[in-house]
């Protein structure tokens, strides 16, 4: 019998981690974003590749420091990402206030 392989989610900024089975219908996984910085020319860097994983609330955390917050679909999303915590969604209910407590509430390493 094959050993089972669990997927592994970690936020480099605040180390939240979150395990599950490939064949679990789990969305947590979902809210870890994993981000790409290549070096270029004139860096002492040249030619290297940072890569790291946030998870959301450590990326809008960091987002609402920016200057000029990117937009998203045309609006500011760290504004929509207060509502969602907040706010029940028409058609989604509260699953996005729940689906945030549990990653808020998941263990640090």
């Not at 939240?16 to 947590?28: A, K, L, M, Q, V």
């Amino acid at each position: 019998m094959k050993p089972k392989i669990k997927t592994s989610f970690f936020c480099n900024r605040c180390g939240r981690y979150h395990e599950c089975e490939p064949e679990d219908i789990d969305f947590i996984g979902n809210l870890f974003h994993d981000f790409h910085a290549y070096f270029g020319y004139s860096s002492p860097f040249d030619g290297d590749l940072l890569e790291f994983s946030l998870c959301e609330l450590c990326l809008f955390e960091i987002l609402r420091d920016f200057k000029h917050v990117p937009k998203l679909d045309g609006k500011n999303p760290v504004e929509d990402f207060d509502r969602c915590r907040t706010e029940k969604h028409p058609y989604y209910e509260d699953t996005f206030i729940k689906n945030y407590k549990e990653v808020e509430d998941l263990s640090k390493k």
